[in-house]
């Protein structure tokens, strides 16, 4: 075992970490190397990734295609800006995507984070009705819900529950409903539509798994229903896939499960397969054409400067290509029944309220979260890293993970909870 290196110490006198009370924080594993689902701390362990770098490092990490197309970008134009200029790596990448994304989602505009991916939706819903010379300048999201910590999609997240409550009365106020399950729900849905319709900009919510809210479940025919009351009120609808898109639930896009083609979808996080900060808001024919005209004050007036970057559009590319060429829906298939026979017995503990399993993501819920910090360093110790959150202990494997290590991230999420929920009292 070795001491931590010297940065660490040196840059925590100086870095601002995310999520993070940085004052009562244990300090952050230092990590040297990454290869496949595994990461190399400084001390010379190793720790099998559970939760693919906040679910990004789908084809695991320093995959050599990937690596090779970044090197050869670099080699011959890093960047360049896309306002008047054109590099075939962004062009290329934006062709790929209209085939691959459902119905006619085919105008691509590029951004660096998930997070403003959806604030440009937003901001492309709103500016689609003005073109159109009407006003409609709220959103309807989902409690449960979030879209980025942006401050526009501060206001479509949960304004109660999520991590962003403190913020209610400064960001925008929005109309919030339950997701429409039952005739309670649907009921409450359809009057909020009726109620707001004239000013709802558009509709927003993430398809068949609410992530970042506890990877909650919902069936295909929610969103079906939730595409249905649009069409029939003529409004917009944004469906959030920078969780779920890349096959995260065994097919490319959630959509594609449901069956549905949204007016705007984001994507990011496994867009570049991990390696580099690159997302998308893609827009239907329909949207597009209500900026495409002669008048200069109608174009979408938005343009992050590294939007379309050369090297993150080399590297999406190249994960396109492993899709193309690798198993990767196969495997997800096959973790998906590896997650529901490994976590299985997790059910069988004290203080556990549920188990659930969706494609490549494994859910165990507890009754309450006690002793984070804790259990965090337990699975540390066991050999894995995930990262539990309000009252999950939950895990998005790359889609590469061996049979070995899943079967050891399974194991140890089952251990290490036992234990811990003796030791806390969790029954």
Known sequence: MTSNPDWLAEGLNHIWLPYTQMKTVPAPLPVMRGRGARLTLADGRELI?????????????????????????????????????????????????????????????????????VE???????????????????????TGGYHGDTFMTMSVCDPDEGMHSLF???VPDQIVVPL????????????AMDKHGAEIA????????????????????????IRKACDARGLLLIVDEIFTGFGRLGQMFACDVAGIVPDIMTISKALTGGTLPLAA??????????????????????????????????????????????PRLEQVAAIEESLAEGLAPARDIPGI???????????IQVKEMRSLDDLKARFVEAGVWVRPFRDIIYTTPPYVVGEDDLAALTRAMVDVTRKWASDVGLA
Not at 52 to 77: D, F, M, N, R
Not at 83 to 94: I, K, N, V
Not at 181 to 191: H, K, L, N, T, W
């Open 353 to 363: 309220v549920d188990v659930r399993v969706r494609g490549a993501i494994g859910v």
């Open 281 to 326: 808001t893609v827009a239907r024919t329909h949207v597009f054409e209500a900026f495409y005209t002669d008048q200069p004050g109608d174009a979408l007036m938005h343009g992050p400067t590294y939007m379309g970057n050369a090297l993150a559009c080399a590297a999406a590319n190249a994960s396109l290509d492993l899709f193309e060429t690798e």
């Open 168 to 170: 209610t009365g400064v």
């Open 202 to 225: 558009a509709v927003v919510t993430e398809p068949l798994v609410q992530g970042a809210g506890g990877m909650v479940f919902h069936d295909a025919e929610v969103l079906r229903r």
């Open 120 to 142: 440009i939706a937003m901001k492309m819903a709103v500016q689609y009705w003005l073109n159109k010379g009407e006003r409609h300048t709220r959103f309807l999201s989902f």
């Open 49 to 117: 990734d559970g939760i693919s770098s906040w679910w990004t490092t789908v084809h695991g990490y320093c995959h050599p295609h990937i690596e090779a197309a970044v090197k050869a970008q670099l080699e011959t134009l890093p960047h360049v800006m896309l306002g008047g200029l054109a590099h075939e790596q962004a062009y290329r990448l934006s062709t790929r995507l209209a085939a691959l994304l459902p119905g006619d989602l085919s105008r691509v505009f590029y951004s660096e984070s998930g997070s403003v991916s």
């Open 180 to 191: 429409p399950r039952d005739e309670e729900s649907i009921a409450a849905f359809e009057a």
